[in-house]
Nanobody, 117 residues
Framework: QVQLVESGGGLVQAGGSLRLSCVASGSIFSINTRGWYRQAPGKQRELVATITRGDGTNYADSVKGRFTISRDSFKNTIYLQMNSLKPEDTAVYYC???????????WGQGTQVTVSS
């Protein structure tokens, strides 16, 4: 089992920045990939960014050049630095972890990000 706890959401004006954090606990040795997803009202959950154990990263086209995913292995924490935020970035952001082998997905409780125009 893996537990994920996010923090760092909030309200920001367009053009502003926020940094999200997600701490993992439990069977962290089993995690292969970690990442961030988001879900806006009335829309499906979508991938924002992922990072692998080898520090390979992947981003949605809509956030490339604005968002940066990183991790601190000593703190079992990943971060999402979000710059140049737009109103369309408004969503609940979920931390995700995928385990080696079974590919089981674990999710955090979500943190609200609201960008005002």
């Amino acid at each position: 089992q893996v537990q994920l706890v996010e923090s760092g959401g909030g309200l920001v004006q367009a053009g502003g920045s926020l940094r999200l954090s997600c701490v993992a606990s439990g069977s962290i040795f089993s995690i292969n990939t970690r990442g961030w997803y988001r879900q806006a009202p009335g829309k499906q959950r979508e991938l924002v960014a992922t990072i692998t154990r080898g520090d390979g990263t992947n981003y949605a086209d809509s956030v490339k050049g604005r968002f940066t995913i990183s991790r601190d292995s000593f703190k079992n924490t990943i971060y999402l630095q979000m710059n140049s935020l737009k109103p369309e970035d408004t969503a609940v952001y979920y931390c995700n972890a995928i385990t080696i082998g079974s590919g089981t997905h674990y999710w955090g409780q979500g943190t609200q990000v609201t960008v005002s125009s």
